[in-house]
């Protein structure tokens, strides 16, 4: 009989689902009963048998804070309807909610932790600022959950060593699953023949875009004929703006992508740069990889843990804006050395493609090991009964 497990998190999914994401739920449909209790993107669909998602709040900046406060409720809510063996919460804070709908719900569902990265960056590095006036209670109720979840799974060395600063032991040590079959298909290009850097993600103070516009008003001069590509949106639209502004006819700016322009302009880019002030792994980085492309990123959190100086990228102190200009103007104005990183990162790429089989096999094990302790309970009093 498979286990019921209940994934619950604040990820948008919107439904039906890509090709990508419902490869993944059916390897999981495969070996579990799977439901999810995540969000939905605005005018998108609520649910179907296995989703249930909970549209935007109207109020955008409190859509975040009236999530988390709903969530104990709404998770009990999916206890008590499925009864679920375990649920996998997908971050601290899930954690301790699904902790506090266990309580009411009464149902003895076990906790498994999944730490993606530094939970404390959505207080301080993140959205508003108000949001850090938010942060000593975001720390407590997180620590509490880390502590006292069932189990604890991380997906870096860097979230490992996190954990383990709370005191607790993750139970395992594993990616979650990637598609990177678009940025594994196509033969890799070559570099362009214009030196280019491409940027991917939020534009949030933990990305430190801000960081990265000052390394580049120091790096552009140097580098005439080259361009950094700048692509994501968020709460500091402004520093692109001026930043356009101050370099103009080096800086291009595109708001989103699909996956296959992503890497379509992993393609059309010499490295990818990303100077962040936190980062859990890193997703781009990887897809930067497969597409054999050198990645300039910060000596912090889960960055170090894929990046190997010298080898397939460069690591810089993402609090220089002259090193991050510093390593721009090296691989930029090198193409033989952004050509001999780009080889690196290709063969560091195959460390971190897995299929969503392999991923739900993992997650199986895990969750199987979260159920043992209650499994070998039961047996034991079974045994013990008078006959």
């Known amino acids: 009989m498979k286990p019921r497990l209940l994934f619950v998190g604040r990820n948008r999914y919107r439904l039906p689902l890509d090709a990508s994401l419902a490869r993944k739920f059916d390897a999981l449909g495969e070996r579990f009963e799977v439901r999810v209790l995540a969000s939905a993107?605005?005018?998108?669909?609520?649910g179907d048998a296995v989703f249930t998602l909970v549209p935007p709040f109207p109020v955008r900046p409190l859509d975040g804070l009236v999530f988390y406060l709903a969530l104990p409720v709404r998770t009990a809510r999916e206890l008590r309807r499925f009864r679920p063996d375990a649920v996998v919460a997908q971050s601290a804070y899930e954690a301790a909610a699904t902790l506090v709908a266990r309580r009411l719900a009464r149902v003895p569902a076990r906790v498994v932790l999944d730490v993606h990265g530094d939970w404390r960056t959505s207080?301080?590095?993140?959205?508003?600022?108000?949001?850090?006036?938010?942060?000593?209670?975001?720390?407590?109720?997180?620590?509490?959950?880390?502590?006292?979840?069932d189990a604890v799974r991380t997906?870096?060395?860097?979230?490992?060593?996190?954990?383990?600063?709370?005191?607790?032991?993750?139970?395992?040590?594993?990616?979650?699953?990637?598609?990177?079959?678009?940025f594994t298909?196509?033969?890799?290009?070559?570099?362009?023949?214009?030196?280019?850097?491409?940027?991917?993600?939020?534009?949030?103070?933990?990305?430190?875009?801000?960081?990265?516009?000052?390394?580049?008003?120091?790096?552009?001069?140097?580098?005439?004929?080259?361009?950094?590509?700048?692509?994501?949106?968020?709460?500091?639209?402004?520093?692109?703006?001026q930043l356009l502004a101050d370099v103009p006819g080096q800086t291009?700016?595109?708001?989103?992508?699909?996956?296959?322009e992503v890497a379509a302009a992993l393609d059309a880019a010499t490295c990818l740069v990303l100077p962040s002030?936190?980062?859990?792994?890193?997703?781009?980085?990887?897809?930067?990889?497969?597409?054999?492309?050198?990645?300039?990123?910060?000596?912090?959190?889960?960055?170090?843990?894929l990046v190997e100086d010298?080898?397939?990228?460069?690591?810089?102190?993402?609090?220089?804006?002259?090193?991050?200009?510093?390593?721009?103007?090296?691989v930029l104005g090198d193409r033989g050395l952004a050509?001999?990183?780009?080889?690196?990162?290709?063969?560091?790429?195959?460390?971190?493609?897995?299929?969503?089989?392999?991923?739900?096999?993992?997650?199986?094990s895990l969750v199987d090991a979260s159920l043992q302790p209650r499994r070998e309970r039961a047996s034991t009093r079974s045994t013990a009964r008078p006959s």
């Not at 207080?123 to 979840?149: E, N, Q």
């Not at 996190?162 to 594993?174: A, H, I, K, M, T």
């Open 41 to 46: 993107p605005a005018g998108a669909p609520t």
């Open 123 to 149: 207080t301080r590095l993140y959205g508003a600022r108000g949001r850090k006036l938010l942060a000593p209670i975001g720390d407590a109720v997180a620590a509490a959950a880390v502590r006292r979840a």
């Open 155 to 182: 997906i870096t060395g860097y979230t490992t060593e996190l954990v383990r600063s709370y005191g607790v032991e993750p139970q395992d040590v594993f990616p979650a699953f990637m598609d990177l079959e678009p």
């Open 185 to 241: 298909e196509p033969p890799v290009a070559s570099l362009p023949t214009a030196p280019r850097a491409l940027f991917i993600g939020v534009l949030e103070p933990y990305k430190n875009i801000d960081g990265l516009a000052d390394a580049w008003r120091i790096a552009a001069p140097k580098l005439p004929g080259a361009t950094l590509h700048i692509v994501g949106e968020g709460t500091r639209t402004d520093v692109v703006e």
């Open 252 to 260: 291009q700016w595109t708001r989103s992508l699909t996956t296959p």
């Open 277 to 305: 002030r936190s980062e859990g792994m890193g997703r781009v980085v990887v897809e930067a990889f497969c597409r054999g492309r050198a990645v300039i990123g910060a000596g912090v959190g889960g960055i170090r843990d």
């Open 310 to 330: 010298g080898a397939n990228g460069l690591l810089v102190d993402p609090s220089s804006a002259d090193d991050v200009a510093a390593a721009l103007v090296r």
């Open 339 to 364: 050509e001999r990183l780009g080889a690196g990162a290709l063969e560091s790429s195959h460390a971190w493609r897995a299929t969503p089989e392999q991923y739900a096999d993992r997650l199986r």
